[in-house]
Nanobody
Framework: QVQLVESGGGLVQPGGSLRLSCVAS????????MGWYRQAPGRERELVAVISSDGTTNYVDSVKGRFTISRDNAEKSVYLQMNSLKPEDTAVYYC??????????????WGRGTLVTVSS
């Protein structure tokens, strides 16, 4: 019953910026950690950024200083501001959330993904 829906992907030139959004909907009690993963062609899915319920963030080294993850608990949303984009950032970006259900169990969910292409 829980859905994560990403938006904001697209084509951007190197050095440009994009802001990805993810909104959680459905029946649940709370959202714990939220994060963004990406999968480039021929590569395994990797963690890009994660944000805990108290706002603590972690990033993969390759995006530090360029990407910023944030969340809006009232809107049940997580965002990824991507600046100074490089061709190697090209990937399908997936939203991820660890969600607490009313029965007090945590379940991990994935969005369908949004494509980010960085190219001239």
């Amino acid at each position: 019953q829980v859905q994560l829906v990403e938006s904001g992907g697209g084509l951007v030139q190197p050095g440009g910026s994009l802001r990805l959004s993810c909104v959680a909907s459905g029946n649940f009690l709370d959202i714990d950690t939220m994060g963004w993963y990406r999968q480039a062609p021929g590569r395994e899915r990797e963690l890009v950024a994660v944000i805990s319920s108290d706002g603590t963030t972690n990033y993969v080294d390759s995006v530090k200083g360029r990407f910023t993850i944030s969340r809006d608990n009232a809107e049940k949303s997580v965002y990824l501001q991507m600046n100074s984009l490089k061709p190697e950032d090209t990937a399908v970006y997936y939203c991820n959330a660890n969600i607490l259900h009313y029965v007090r169990t945590y379940v991990n969910y994935w969005g369908r993904g949004t494509l980010v292409t960085v190219s001239s």
